[in-house]
C-alpha cells in the first residue's frame, strides 16, 4: 500500500534546527513559541502539524523532506507553490490536506448513489 499522501509524526529536532531553532520556527510557523517547544520536548511533530510544517518550510527555502529521519510521507512542495499557498493560507492548505474541491455537480451526483 503506498503512503504518499499520508502524514505521520515526524521527530522535531532536526526539524527545528532546519528552521533555525525554536522561536524562528514558531515565527515562520506563525504560532506559539510554547508550542513548537512542546514539540522539541517530545520530540515529536504531530501529523496533523506537518502540512503546514512542509509549506512553510518550502516557501522559505528550507529543505525537511532530506532529513534522515523525516518519514517523506507526503508530495514534496515546491517553492512556487509554497509561495502560493503562503498568500491564500486557508484555502490551499485545505486543498492540500483534503485534496480539490469537489464539483457541485460531483458532490450531488456521489448523494444519490
Same mark, same amino acid.
Given at each position: 500500500? $503506498?503512503?504518499? !499522501?499520508? @502524514?505521520? $509524526?515526524? #521527530?522535531?529536532?532536526?526539524? =527545528? $534546527?532546519?528552521?533555525?531553532?525554536?522561536? #524562528?520556527?514558531?515565527?515562520?510557523? *506563525? %504560532?506559539?513559541?510554547? +508550542?513548537?517547544? !512542546?514539540? *522539541?520536548? /517530545?520530540? /515529536?511533530?504531530?501529523?496533523?502539524?506537518? &502540512?503546514?510544517?512542509?509549506?512553510?518550510?518550502? &516557501?522559505? !527555502? %528550507?529543505? %525537511? $523532506?532530506? %532529513?534522515?529521519?523525516?518519514?517523506? +510521507?507526503?508530495?514534496?512542495?515546491?517553492?512556487?507553490?509554497?509561495?502560493? =499557498?503562503? @498568500?491564500?493560507? &486557508?484555502?490551499? @492548505?485545505?486543498? =492540500?490536506?483534503? !485534496?480539490?474541491? /469537489?464539483?457541485?455537480?460531483?458532490?450531488?451526483?456521489?448523494?444519490? /448513489?
Amino acid at each position: 500500500m $503506498d503512503n504518499m !499522501g499520508v @502524514e505521520k $509524526d515526524q #521527530p522535531a529536532e532536526r526539524i =527545528i $534546527d532546519a528552521f533555525g531553532g525554536i522561536r #524562528p520556527m514558531a515565527t515562520k510557523l *506563525k %504560532i506559539p513559541v510554547s +508550542t513548537v517547544q !512542546g514539540w *522539541k520536548q /517530545r520530540n /515529536r511533530i504531530p501529523a496533523g502539524r506537518m &502540512a503546514t510544517v512542509r509549506v512553510t518550510a518550502a &516557501a522559505a !527555502g %528550507i529543505v %525537511i $523532506d532530506e %532529513i534522515p529521519e523525516v518519514a517523506a +510521507t507526503a508530495e514534496p512542495v515546491s517553492r512556487a507553490l509554497a509561495a502560493e =499557498i503562503i @498568500e491564500k493560507p &486557508a484555502v490551499m @492548505e485545505k486543498e =492540500i490536506i483534503e !485534496g480539490p474541491p /469537489r464539483k457541485a455537480h460531483q458532490s450531488a451526483e456521489k448523494e444519490r /448513489r
